[in-house]
């Protein structure tokens, strides 16, 4: 029997997809995959990579490339602990906000996966076997 109080995530389902430049140059994209290239990268640029969802581009780090792995694994996603909604929900739904400012173009948001306090899961794949490996970790 499952314990007490057992917490239960919140569900969200990708039903539509954005895209978007992150505005990153091919000349800048290894600084966010090596600690010294990267915090030599100028504010405004590392500024204007998204810490929300997202599939492909380059991570937001919360704090360092150093804790991403090293040789040929290549980054394919990060998952934000705030689920962002480009559209209202159809039914009330208990956790799901109003988003006033309208963050990066949602209408509303929702506490997502528990990856800390306000951290960002990260995505890598290396592809050099039979099947392709995985890697996931989060920073908080």
């Excluded at 990060?78 to 909604?85: A, E, G, I, K, N």
């Amino acid at each position: 029997m499952p314990e007490e109080n057992v917490l239960i995530e919140n569900e969200a389902r990708v039903v539509d997809w954005l895209e978007r430049d992150d505005g990153i140059s091919d000349s800048n994209i290894q600084a966010f995959f090596d600690e010294e290239l990267y915090y030599k990268l100028p504010d405004d640029i590392v500024e204007n990579v998204t810490s929300g969802t997202k599939l492909g581009g380059v991570p937001q780090w919360i704090q360092s490339p150093s804790e991403a792995p090293a040789g040929e694994w290549e980054f394919i996603g990060q998952l934000d602990s705030t689920h962002s909604f480009i559209y209202p929900p159809r039914h009330n739904v208990g956790w799901v906000s109003e988003d006033g400012e309208r963050w990066e173009g949602r209408t509303h948001y929702g506490e997502g996966p528990n990856y800390g306090d306000g951290g960002i899961a990260y995505l890598f794949i290396k592809k050099t076997g039979v099947l392709p490996e995985g890697w996931f970790f989060w920073q908080c």
